[in-house]
């Protein structure tokens, strides 16, 4: 039986570029209606308007104790599509359909009020979240004991530390118990260990038979907890179905990934007089079929280049960044003498060394190994995924990198059985 | 299990809405707590500033508008009680109405991020304004009580009027939380509208002395003001016969009342869909 029927639901927002001023004053308003009262038409100088469509035609339906997965870009329409099947906004056309009690979480301690004790706020929240009275004080021990504030019940929540505050607000939307769940990407918040309570938490729930539709930005987080999932972009659903397949797909067209670049004739090339690039390249080794680059993934990275000294000193540097431009690691080639000619290298990365992400790498070709001749910035770009085995944990992983060290524990000393 | 179905469509009213705004009674009352309890939180005097706003406020008007100025009051009528009736159901309604036309933008937060009906907001919003009314009534009978003065049957009659300011803080208030959404200039009006009725309105003056002035080309005006009849009959509820009163203008009020009242409701109720859209 389905229990969420979504047809044709398009969601528009006009958009006006003013000139000068920023808001939508009264005044304005007034002005406009004056002018067309008196003039009978619009002066040229009305602000331009720009129409959006947050959500176009987008129609599917979700069977009961379906967990769903919403993926997609900032701005795809995911937070619009919650909002709407919430209630909170109205679509410009289409319908929508639902049997059930929903409960929507689209924020953590939605309503909390910073002068209010954690006690009067979990009241507040839950009953803002569509709980009873009767329901919170039946829950209410158990909202306490799985946020951990017992101390700080009756503390105002200003005073609170923005952990405790997370944990209050999700052990809150944690207790309801509606048969529809809606959960706009608050796994986002609060740190790794309470992240792996809440998705456990919201597993039970899933397994209780319970409809949840969930959006995240960690895929990882997805794939654990749906098992259906539908991707947007540009406010249309453009895949839905099992949630592996669907991921891979949306993986292979989101990447920004620029693998390889490579230039024929030295005249086209980038560089200078010196030197110029001729092809650099990454090439992932895939294994188990695999067809992105995650964690487990070696690479190797090949360059070529032409050199038009007659005799220098060269030798390369290859950066590897981080997209937010810190350097991860660099490393180099010896220094040798080199002819006019072409010249080609090649570095290999391991698979179990880079953490999950996405990278850049630069170039850099350098003379008598102080003389910076050419830098080529961000030549390569490729994204890592994040792949883990045995760990019921979906936080992000911590670190630059992540490598897997040698690393074993054992009992040094059983206790003695008395 | 009764499955409980929705239908969401552009433009839908809720069908059941009422019965929706019933079944979240327990959210207005938790709403109205919050506002309650939050009001004098941090502050050194608390609950006493409801005290102390009134009874100060009816200090100076009676030595501006007594001592100074030489209003005389209703007939067998101590001034000051006169003055501290209207401010009572003055200060009522005014801040009931400032509330409620803030109440949905100072609830912004909650407003895109979960549904409830709306009309929640508005009616939380004042229960703050009703518990310092009462503080201001007590002070009243405190006053009433060391003045001597026993009140009449008049008194049964005070609900009445009460229910009446209250319904006029909402026709006139829920029009402007809604354009308050909108355009933030509601938030500078409305001080003002509530500055130039204190004046306007019966408060440190009795409508007798306006009645007494016979057929100006102002007293038109005067009469037309929903707040007086209103104001007037509060005051003849509370101090008895000898206090002015109006019964052509108490129906006036009534009626326009009624009339705001429908337009606002049915004016909140066209716009709440869109609220998260322009807030």
Redesign the interface.
């Known amino acids: 039986m389905s229990v969420i029927t979504v047809e044709n639901i398009s969601k528009q927002?006009i958009i006006d570029h003013q000139k000068g001023k920023g808001?939508?004053?009264?005044?304005d308003?007034l002005a406009e209606n004056w002018r067309q009262f008196f003039g009978g038409k619009k002066d040229g100088n009305t602000p331009t308007r720009e129409e959006f469509w947050a959500l176009r035609d987008v129609s599917f339906s979700i069977e009961q104790g379906d967990r769903v997965g919403i993926v997609g870009h900032n701005g795809a329409g995911k937070s619009t599509l919650l909002?709407?099947?919430?209630?909170?906004?109205?679509?410009?056309?289409?319908?929508?359909?639902?049997?059930?009690?929903?409960a929507?979480l689209?924020?953590v301690g939605?309503?909390f009020?910073p002068?209010?004790t954690g006690r009067?706020n979990i009241?507040?929240n839950g009953?803002?979240?569509g709980m009873?009275?009767g329901e919170i004080r039946e829950q209410f021990d158990a909202i306490v004991a799985f946020a951990g504030v017992e101390k700080f019940l009756d503390t105002?929540v200003k005073r609170y530390s923005s952990g405790m505050y997370v944990r209050l607000g999700f052990a809150i939307s944690a207790h309801l118990n509606p048969e529809i769940l809606i959960v706009d990407e608050v796994l986002a918040v609060g740190d790794a260990e309470f992240q792996k309570k809440s998705l456990g938490k919201m597993r039970d729930n899933a397994a209780n038979g319970r409809t949840i539709l969930f959006v995240s930005h960690n895929l990882t987080a997805v794939q654990a907890l749906c098992n259906k999932t539908l991707y947007f972009e540009k406010g249309q659903l453009i895949e839905q179905g099992e949630t592996n397949q669907v991921i891979a797909s949306y993986l292979s067209k989101v990447s920004k990934t620029r693998l390889l670049r490579q230039w024929d004739t030295p005249e086209e090339a980038p560089g200078n007089d010196l030197v110029r690039v001729k092809r650099i390249e990454l090439i992932p080794d895939y294994q188990d079929d695999l067809t992105h680059i995650d964690v487990r993934t070696p690479m190797k990275f090949r360059f070529e280049f032409w050199n038009m000294m007659d005799r220098a000193n060269l030798n390369l540097s290859m950066h590897l960044n981080s997209m937010t431009g810190e350097c991860i690691f660099n490393v180099g080639t010896r220094s040798q003498p080199y002819g006019k000619g072409l010249i080609a290298g090649e570095c290999t990365i391991p698979g179990f060394f880079l953490n999950d992400g996405s990278y850049t790498i630069s170039i850099m070709i350098v003379k008598d190994t102080v003389t910076p001749l050419y830098v080529m910035e961000e030549g390569i770009t490729f994204d890592v995924e994040d792949y883990r085995e045995g760990i019921a944990w979906y936080g992000k992983w911590p670190g630059y990198v992540r490598p897997q060290f040698p690393f074993e524990m054992g009992m040094l000393e059983p206790a003695s059985l008395e | 299990m009764k499955t409980h179905e929705v239908l969401i469509e552009p433009g839908r009213s809720e069908r059941h809405y009422w019965r929706d705004l019933w079944r979240n009674r327990e959210l207005l009352y938790i709403l109205s707590m919050r506002d309650v309890s939050v009001r004098y939180k941090q502050t050194a005097l608390g609950a006493a500033w409801g005290l102390i706003r009134p009874l100060t406020t009816m200090l100076i008007m009676v030595f501006v508008f007594s001592k100074i100025a030489k209003l005389p009051p209703d007939p067998g009528i101590p001034y000051p009680l006169m003055v501290l009736g209207g401010i009572t159901v003055w200060t009522f309604f005014s801040t009931s109405f400032t509330q409620i036309s803030t109440s949905v933008t100072l609830n912004s937060n909650l407003v895109t991020k979960v549904y409830f009906p709306r009309l929640i907001m508005p009616i939380s919003s004042i229960a703050v304004s009703f518990l310092d009314f009462l503080v201001s009534l007590g002070l009243f009978i405190i006053l009433a009580i060391w003045y001597q003065f026993v009140p009449d049957w008049h008194l049964l009659l005070l609900p009445a009027f009460i229910i009446l300011a209250l319904l006029g803080s909402f026709a006139f208030g829920l029009f402007f939380a809604v354009v308050n959404v909108k355009f933030r200039d509601i938030g500078q009006l409305i001080p003002f509208i509530v500055q130039v009725g204190f004046y306007a309105c019966p408060i440190a003056y009795s409508s007798r002395l306006v009645a007494d002035k016979g057929d100006e080309w102002w007293t038109p005006f005067y009469w037309a003001n929903p707040m007086v009849g209103i104001i007037d009959g509060f005051r003849w509820a509370l101090l008895g016969e000898k206090a002015y009163f109006n019964l052509q203008s108490l129906l006036l009020s009534v009626v326009i009342v009624g009339v705001c009242l429908f337009l606002s409701i049915y004016f909140f109720r066209k716009r709440e869909n869109t609220f998260v859209d322009d807030i």
């Open positions: 927002y808001s939508n004053t009264l005044r308003v909002k709407i099947l919430s209630k909170i906004i109205e679509p410009t056309s289409g319908s929508v359909r639902i049997r059930g009690r929903v929507s689209l924020e939605t309503g009020h002068e209010l009067e009241f507040l009953s803002l979240l009873s009275r105002p």
